[in-house]
DNA sequence: GCGATTGCTGAAAGCGCTCTCATAAGAATA
DNA sequence: TATTCTTATGAGAGCGCTTTCAGCAATCGC
């Protein structure tokens, strides 16, 4: 049950130099021999040297981890965003640390702790409740990548999305199909996404000479289930629509289902967009037009920006586009 | 840029004892007298001490992580168990490191390596590729949980699921609302669960006297996009069919959307029935009859299990439950 | 031809912690 | 009172690695 503790100086003892020029060849420190490297590099073949992470880490200080924050792992966008990430890290030196914050702020702060003690060399955080003086803080003491926030003094660590434009470009979808009665089901309004969505959402409609009706817009909180609840609401209101805007495709999957069971077609009675653009919403019935938030490319510049970060390499975040993707939820009115 | 470091020597200064005695008291491994003890958890408070993880782990051989390798990390099902892991792990003090093998066997193989390499004092495996031999190999380096392999000689280490039960249970239930031409999207056959499953189906039928229909058996590989392919095959086929069991709710999707688009109404025109129960199935339209593979649950008895394993305690498994629930995807014939 | 580089290597001092061993001071025993 | 246990503490030897600092050839410049 136990491992094999080949060290260092056993390699020197075997290839007859120091640990000092085994560490060398090791780390490409500094020049070595040909015969010398090729000696050494012979014994660690010879006795299966396996570095030791701890030694090494405490000699200098470097975990070769980064740590990474999500929320609801096992939500898709958060899901496609780590797989990006997994994607990022994947052939550089560093191991990914991911621990799951559940959208709770005590929590998250009790992991980023947790994380800073583990001394990870880099820290992603992905989405969360985080107030941003912590964000400040423990920018200064690591290197930082922010996405689903935006922190005043930190903006070039920050991930930007442009939820507002990919709310508008939703909504003016529907209004181009000329739908004016557009109802729109929000995400957690505590969140800033959701507020942008929301009124992105709202000044299409403006732009567009559409008077918005309070009664049409609907909380609810990213998940099926407040999808589903959030059309009973609305149903219970009276106010007739003909099309619908969730905040995003978990929740438009409720509404859809609220839909169905009253026997609301999709997309000839009311049409439906989603947003987000998670992978099984190409396999909905029928597939869902949404916005595309490309989370695996998010993960993937996430984890590219931290790698330089980490290297004080100079940095400049890509803008991401946030695309209207028009399936068969949506038609013409 | 630099978190401050305060080491133990510092503490035993500042409380005027020795490296020793605070040594014991933070890992209370010896009787510390009150007052003492008093001194140094004061010191500790005030100097805001954090241990340096890599110095415990250099002097103990312990890391206090246990490794993950799970495969699609964004696949709901795997999502979910690692769910489960991380609420078993919770307030325990190790930290779960998570890989993904992605289902290549030499990435997987790679992946243990790093683990090792990285010092996790226990590992679970969730499916996979990998060999016997290598989980053998592997369990007598490391405390070793493996869930989606039966794995001979390593039996009380893996978790069991029954999938030729639930298939069988799905089929029998189409038998009993009386479909007799029953189709199934397989998983990838080369996965012991498929075949299972498709072991599970053809046994029921039979014990049905019903005669298997070959032709109304299709190779999918557990994704939406195979469960569409499948589909389009079977209707190429030219077989009348009244039912589909698929080996996934993933590959059910794709049948879904198959059938609806060839206008194919569910359950009235063809019952429909998936296995695993991923979340968003009971929100599909309509909601999905399938089997529930209770991923977080397995996940937590997997996070249980490996945490008495590292500890030499007494380890029982437990039965893990295969349930059908019936929804609105399966009706009479 | 002699000091100054340059290229390669070794010695040794940490990094911060755990853990064994030794020891001092009381308490208990004889 | 002398002896043996306890109990609480300190000294110090690692754990396996990185990283100065020095040293010694061989080479270079003029």
């Keep these: 049950m136990t491992r094999k503790n080949v060290t260092i100086a056993d390699i020197a003892t075997q290839a007859d130099v120091s640990i000092s020029t085994v560490s060398r060849v090791l780390n490409n420190t500094a020049p070595v021999a040909a015969a010398t490297r090729r000696a050494i590099l012979d014994a660690m073949e010879a006795l299966n040297y396996q570095p030791n992470i701890f ?31 997994l994607e990022g890290v994947d052939h550089s030196p560093y191991t990914p640390l991911f621990v ?35 964000f400040l803080e423990t920018a200064r003491q690591v290197p930082l990548i922010v996405f689903g926030h935006n922190v005043p003094g930190l903006e070039n660590q920050c991930l930007q999305l442009d939820d507002y434009g990919g709310a508008y470009r939703a909504t003016e979808h529907l209004i181009a199909l000329g739908h004016r009665r557009i109802a ?19 000044q299409a409609l403006r732009d567009n000479q559409i008077e918005p009706i309070p009664e049409l817009v609907v909380e609810g909180e990213y998940t099926e289930q407040s999808g589903l609840l959030a059309m009973e609401m609305l149903f219970g209101r009276g106010r007739t629509f003909s099309a619908v805007f969730a905040a995003n495709d978990e929740s438009a999957y409720g509404v859809r289902l609220a839909l169905y069971r009253r026997g609301i077609r999709v997309p000839e009675d009311v049409s439906l967009v ?58 013409r009115n």
Tied chains: 1, 2.
Excluded: C
């Excluded at 009790?110 to 912590?134: C, M, N, S, Y």
């Excluded at 929000?186 to 009124?199: F, I, M, P, S, V």
């Design 55 to 85: 030694a090494r880490g405490l000699a200098s200080g470097q975990s070769m981890t980064v740590g990474v924050l999500t929320q609801h792992i096992h939500s898709p966008l958060y899901a496609s965003l780590i797989r990006g990430i």
């Design 100 to 134: 799951d914050g559940y959208w709770q702020r005590e929590r998250e702060e009790r992991l980023v702790e947790t994380l800073l003690r583990r001394r990870v060399d880099g820290l992603i955080v992905l989405g969360g409740t985080l107030p941003a003086e912590k």
């Design 184 to 202: 729109h089901v929000t995400g957690n309004l505590e969140h800033a996404d959701a507020l942008a969505r929301r009124e992105g959402y709202l």
């Design 274 to 331: 989603g947003f987000d653009d998670i992978p099984s919403s190409a396999y909905t019935t029928p597939p869902l037009t949404t916005v595309r938030q490309p989370a695996a490319e998010i993960g993937l510049a996430a984890a590219r920006a931290i790698l330089k970060l980490m290297q004080d390499e100079p940095l400049e975040l890509p803008h991401i586009p946030m695309e209207l993707i028009i399936r068969e939820s949506t038609s």
